[in-house]
């Protein structure tokens, strides 16, 4: 079965400073997208990339799937106490018999930004 | 607010209790989907309608858990007989239902089960 591993499995940076998040499928990905989570809370969609070699940028947020559709990185710039949550990459099931979305996800990154 | 509403955001229950949760999904939506999540993992996938139909269905869902939406509008999830494996974050998504790669989950907040 198709899995996805994210890395670091938590992080703490200092306010200011840029981090990377990686996000590795045992297989092709048909779409790959990135979610943000506060503790106890729902997800908010941040980013859906599609096509090997992909970049989206959002304010300080900028995602990247490479040419294989098998990772994908979330890149922080210049990180600020309100990135503070776990950030979670889902993937499309292929394959499903609807077609509909229901996306299986990682297990997160729990990022901690230090004022 | 026009996001996606859960009800209860939180419910204690002793084991053996059956338990109900609503979700409200943002009023154009379709498909409505119920994931569980539990500490330090992703959300799973339960199962999903597309208007009044239940289409899919995960393993996960064994026969202590049905989901109904009888109207195509808000979805109920029951669990009977509640067991302490059930303690975990249920989530509900929505999506326009226009299908294809592009579409987009919209989260509610969120019920957390604690079952003692």
């Known amino acids: 079965s198709q899995e996805l591993e994210q890395s670091p499995q938590s992080l703490i940076v200092q306010e200011g400073k840029n981090l990377t998040i990686n996000c590795t499928s045992s297989k092709t990905l048909y779409g790959l997208y990135w979610y943000k989570q506060k503790y106890g809370e729902g997800l908010i969609f941040l980013m859906m990339l599609q096509k090997g070699g992909e970049e989206k940028s959002h304010e300080k947020i900028t995602a990247k799937l490479d040419e294989k559709k098998q990772q994908s990185s979330l890149h922080i710039t210049a990180s600020q106490p309100s990135h503070a949550g776990i950030y979670l990459c889902g993937a499309d099931k292929f394959g499903s018999q609807t077609g509909a979305n229901n996306l299986f996800f990682g297990t997160g990154t729990r990022l901690t930004v230090i004022p | 607010d026009t996001g996606v509403s859960q009800d209860p955001r939180h419910k204690i229950t002793k084991r053996g209790q059956n338990v109900t949760f609503r979700c409200d999904p943002i009023?154009?939506?379709?498909?409505l989907y119920w994931y569980r999540q539990t500490l330090g993992q992703g959300p799973e996938f339960l199962t999903y309608?597309?208007?009044?139909?239940?289409?899919?269905k995960s393993r996960l869902l064994s026969d202590r858990f049905s989901a109904e939406r009888p109207k195509g509008s808000f979805s109920t999830l029951e669990i009977q007989r509640t067991e302490q494996g059930d303690s975990a974050m249920y989530l509900c998504a929505s999506s326009t239902g226009t299908g294809g790669i592009n579409e987009k989950l919209f989260f509610g907040s969120g019920t957390q089960l604690s079952v003692l």
């Open positions: 309608f597309q208007n009044e139909a239940q289409l899919e």
């Open positions: 009023s154009e939506h379709n498909r």
